[in-house]
């Protein structure tokens, strides 16, 4: 997915010490006519959840009237794109010659690693798009990889009227098998009317929940949809519960705290100005870097990048930090 912000705040993605609730704000996703999304990473108070740096929750919006996502082929550097869907279905393609389709349950994740581009459409036959694109920042010493793709459908573990797929990572013996470049978690937690749930995690990670839908306490914090409460390291227990009277449904991410100095800015990860200078560059003068799209059928054959700011680009330090 596309950072379709007009003028892009560049981020320094370092810890912080916030703790609490983080709430969202609404950016439009393409176009006046576009799909609008909760947008909860980064923030001010935090940047990064272990390496997971971006985090759009969207829908459940209604496509039937043809306003669903259409997202032009677009770039990426130095991180890995998270596709996870409650319904609908995304057609993906990318300039490594990926062609794939997302469902609910499954995951798509791609890696941007020196530089790709691609593209996101809502199939035809989709009615209601729903669901949360993240973005995982690479390491210095993988920034600069291969393009690649991976494909998983966790197999669901329930009890006592709690329902987990682990997409990345390890939760409770359940592991996924997709790489990641840093110790990551990611997993969809359903609970049922009046379902609680305390998970064994990794005390080192840094947690974070982003509810969904249904009235959760998560980390002793009550949650609007779309609310991300954040738990530090430290804590080797994280507790859910659903306080209300209908199904609840959160998205755990998790990971080991992300030391590494970042500056995020459209869509690109980089290390300084002249990092994003150069990708912005590259991206506007169609050079092999990203390379290029086959099959996409939308009105724009490529995004544009939006001008940079007057200026140099100064990293955004957290508060506290």
Known sequence: MSNTDVAPTEVDCVASSFTGVLHPREVPLGGPRAIRVRRTLPQRERSLIGAWCFADHYGPHDVRGGTGMDVPPHPHTGLQTVSWLFSGAVEHRDSAGVHALVHPGELNLMTAGAGICHSEVSTANTSMLHGVQLWVALPDSARDTGRDFAHYAPRPHSADGVTV?????????????????TPLLGAQVDL??????????????????????GDVEACGAALAVADLAYQGPGHNRLHLA?????????????????EEQLVMWWNFVGRSHDDIVAY????????ARFGAVDGYRGTLARLPAPPLPNGRLRPRVNPGV
Request: proline share 6%; glycine share 14%.
């Open 165 to 181: 797929r682990v997409f990345l990572g390890e939760l409770e013996a359940d592991r996924s098998p997709v790489h990641t470049f």
């Open 192 to 213: 049922e009317p009046g379902a609680e749930v305390t998970l064994g995690v990794d005390g080192t990670f840094e947690h974070g929940v982003l509810l969904d839908q």
């Open 242 to 258: 659903n306080r209300g009277e209908g199904p609840a449904r959160a998205i755990l991410l998790g990971g080991a705290p992300f």
């Open 280 to 287: 912005r560059d590259q991206w506007e003068n169609h050079d």
